[in-house]
């Protein structure tokens, strides 16, 4: 994980250490995971992202080209985080893959209404897992063509 905040592609915003740490590995294993930045809250992601004064050249610099977006935050949760990235001109083109345990229409519903690029539910068994993790990476980052 990196330290610096320039160049960020991934921006994995999850509490849980262990999820955290396989999706890490997971990244890593597929040369994905040199500019991922690990957040565990979602006002620290806010403070990061959209509390700065960048340009549009900085924006595109410095903003993640993926947000991995898990819903059962502590404090604000994931669906509030997605809210306040969507409804935000700057923010809104950053895509945002929800990844969460949750299997909850509700949630499915509620991301995509608020602006979600996906939904996905993380697998229990760590090989899919990881399989999965790194197949969406790979997805934002090499195949689709993004604003930033």
């Not at 960020?8 to 590995?25: F, G, K, N, Q």
């Not at 597929?30 to 620290?44: C, T």
């Not at 995509?112 to 197949?135: C, E, H, S, W």
Request: proline share 3%; hydrophobic share 45%.
């Amino acid at each position: 994980m990196i330290t610096e905040t320039k160049g960020v592609d991934i921006l994995l915003v999850e509490d849980s250490r262990e999820d955290a740490e396989l999706t890490l590995e997971a990244l890593k294993a597929r040369n994905l995971g040199d500019k991922v930045v690990h957040m565990i809250g979602g006002e620290q992601v806010l403070d990061f992202i959209c509390a700065n004064t960048w340009s549009t050249q900085e924006q595109a610099e410095h903003a993640p080209k993926l947000i991995l977006l898990d819903l059962q935050l502590a404090g604000m949760g994931g669906l509030e985080v997605l809210q306040q990235l969507k409804v935000r001109e700057r923010t809104r083109p950053i895509p945002v893959v929800v990844f969460t345990s949750s299997d909850s229409p509700a949630e499915m519903w509620a991301s995509y209404r608020l602006g979600a690029n996906g939904f996905v539910v993380k697998p229990t068994d760590t090989r899919a897992y990881a399989q999965l993790v790194g197949d969406i990476a790979y997805y934002w980052l090499v195949v689709n063509r993004s604003y930033y």
